[in-house]
């Protein structure tokens, strides 16, 4: 079970950040090699987000400190960012939980959402996050409430309505990575209370390993995909998506 928590918790540090969609590889990845018992507990489940939070909090430490002390107009652009999400996360999050974790919904969404990134790319990108108003907020923050939808990519939808509201590639995904740091910070919360409030058996074991993992694989994705983005477009990962889903749709159909 180590070596697949290992596994797992790595796939979540690349893939929470990188526009390839987490929630599609830790739904598929156990679905495909069908694993089961440790790795589907709350405990991991607490770990992993408490890993990506980790990352996003050592990579953007000056980021928060010079909101909360210079930049106040802008960290109110980024509250009023998450409020979409947190909204839909509320009303709709034990729905999607129950239909939408499908293989096929999966699979339409990584090639839908690649298709949007590969529009994005064309639209003219003029803007720091410095620049952002109000409006490209709010259509950024509804954009990322359909990241609760398996496959669609929190990173992935988010850069790209930056995109095209004329966000340059480096500063939509560093915009992209703000917002969506309250969100994984309550959805951390909220797990660890459930955690804290249930009655099972806590592995101190499996939660050192996803939190290790995740945070570190975490931190040199947002790095890594930070610099990428100053010379590169998104494409890659766009192909990369599309090779996904052409692999989860052989699995549904060799299973079928």
Request: net charge positive; with cysteine.
């Amino acid at each position: 079970m180590i070596a697949e928590a290992i596994i797992l918790g790595v796939v979540q540090g690349l893939t929470e950040f990188f526009p390839v969609s987490s929630t599609a590889h830790l739904i598929v990845l156990p679905w495909f090699f069908g694993w089961k018992g440790d790795v589907n507990t709350l405990t991991f489940d607490v770990a992993l987000h408490a890993g990506t939070l980790t990352a996003l909090l050592f990579c953007f430490w000056k980021d928060w400190a010079e909101l909360f002390t210079k930049k106040q107009k802008l960290l109110v652009k980024i509250i009023s960012a998450t409020i979409p999400a947190g909204v839909a996360g509320f009303f709709l999050n034990d729905i999607i939980e129950k239909s939408l974790r499908e293989p096929f919904v999966i699979s339409a969404m990584l090639i839908i959402v690649g298709f949007v990134m590969l529009a994005a790319e064309k639209a003219k990108k003029h803007k720091d996050v410095e620049q952002v108003n109000y409006l490209d907020a709010l259509t950024i923050g509804i954009a990322q409430a359909t990241a609760l939808i398996p496959g669609v990519s929190r990173s992935g939808i988010t850069i790209s309505a930056g995109l095209f509201k004329g966000l340059k590639r480096e500063p939509s995904a560093r915009f992209s990575f703000l917002i969506s740091t309250p969100l994984i910070a309550g959805a951390t919360l909220l797990h660890l209370r459930k955690l804290l409030t249930s009655h099972g058996i806590y592995d101190f074991q499996l939660f050192t390993v996803g939190l290790f993992t995740s945070s570190i694989t975490g931190f040199l994705a947002i790095k890594f995909l930070l610099t990428f983005l100053k010379k590169y477009p998104l494409n890659i990962f766009v192909y990369y998506r599309f090779m996904l889903a052409a692999v989860i749709i052989a699995g549904i159909w060799l299973r079928g």
